[in-house]
């Protein structure tokens, strides 16, 4: 499968393009296509902070908006493998089904449809329709989301609703374990000496 | 062939918005370009004056160069019918002052209307400035005023006597290291300095009376013109300044100057390039001020 099958497939035929992504692993190709994203996104971004503020030249000092765009793209790499590492240890634990690198692969390429939202939003500013943008930017979002469940399902081969699920783990353990830092404290403040 | 035609016309859609995107970003004057016809200008001046860009430590400078860029492009393009002057400077170097309101006087010959917004601060060389315009609107909390000049510079003699360092001076003329740093200041020195530096206020008083004709009487205005600040509410009082108001109603305030009826755009005229910000690498090789120990300033 060549490069424009797989972002084709992406769009119109996800479910067999994740599948022979999570069997093949193309590597340098997804962190490729990741970091393209990233770095398109990065740009229309600018360009809509610029287009929607009514006083362009209010925004922030740009002087150090490369450094931290920089530092975005090593911490969003580290984040998606993390994230692939994490998800695939806690299905292995769950499920008993692990495949980080296909994983990691399949994530990579999920966020395709995410490089059409700023433009989209981009468009619709540039024609006065920008509530139609952030509408389209938003679909593109959800869409996002629901191929990154799907590389989930695929990758780690695992029923849907298992999927789901897995996908929302790592927040309801942030969830849980803020809740039990606040009981914890709500125990612990009678104590303090009045 | 369909798959390559789909994510061919993807690619173009997306390439086509990225270029968008960087042209925006480079030249903010063409970002709103879907929406009326005349344009205000906004030149920003943020920032200690100073002939240099910002440095990776001095990134509020406001440098006199492309802000007099700004003001030559707003004199220059005919769909610019007025221009607001948004100060936020507590003032700078003499000459940048000078030279900004010198392009500032060209640009109102153009009949352009110049309406100076004044931010936090508009004291001293941005004071100057704002005189440069046709009517300068501020808020009640402003600071301004600080008319005036000053030049500054440290004896560390007695620093380079304990650190046994002795600076040999070889020179032209008795005065050409006036200033040093490396010694006490003769009073023939301190009466040269003096003299330029008086000089330069009564350049300054100059500009304030020049700028403020029929608005504050000149011998009141030599009463206050020591160095003091006021709130702009104070300063709209003794005619420092023409009325109160926030950016938007000195927007306003142009827009009628101008005569504009029809829907107009503002346009920032010296907003950052995407490419300004990725020259920091440059930028960084001035980790040390490059100006002289001492320096006019208003």
Known sequence: MSLID??????????????????????????LVYLVVFVFNLIINRGLTTLDSEIAGFIPDGNFIWVFAGLGVILSFFILALTAGLLSLLSEIFYQRGNASGLLVCLSFAVIPGALGPPLQYGATLLG??????????????????????????????QTGQAVLLFILPGLLVVFLLLGLIFIIAQTMPSFPG | ??????????????????????????????????????VVGVIEINGVLGGEAASLLTTSAADSNRIMKAIRTAAKRPDVKAVVIRINSPGGTAVAAQEIGIELEKLRKTGKPVVTSMGDICASGGYWIACSSDYIMANGTTLTGSIGAIMETTNLQGLYDKLGIRQEVFKSGEHKDIGSSSREITPQEREILQAVVSDSYTQFLK???????????PRELEDIADGRVFTGETAAQMGLVDS??????????????????EESRIEVLNAEKLWDSLILGTRASRLLPTQNLWQLKY
Not at chain 1, 6 to 31: H, S, W
Not at chain 2, 8 to 28: C, D, E, T
């Open chain 2, 1 to 38: 062939m369909r798959k390559g035609l789909v994510v061919g016309l993807m690619l173009v859609f997306l390439v086509l918005m990225g270029v968008l995107s960087i042209r925006v970003v480079n030249k903010p004057d063409n970002a709103t370009s879907l929406r009326g016809s005349a």
């Open chain 2, 244 to 261: 109160l108001g926030n950016y938007y109603d000195a927007i306003k305030q142009a827009q009628e100057m101008a005569g504009i009826t």
């Open chain 1, 6 to 31: 797989t972002i084709y497939g992406i769009f119109f035929d996800p479910v067999p393009t994740l599948q022979y992504l999570a069997r093949e692993k193309p590597l340098l190709p997804g962190l």
């Open chain 2, 207 to 217: 500009q304030v009376k020049q700028g403020r004709k029929g608005k504050i009487d």
């Open chain 1, 129 to 158: 329709v920008s509530w139609l943008g952030v509408i389209l930017s938003l679909l593109a979002v959800i869409w996002v989301l629901v191929l990154q469940v799907l590389s989930l399902r695929e990758a780690l081969e695992l």
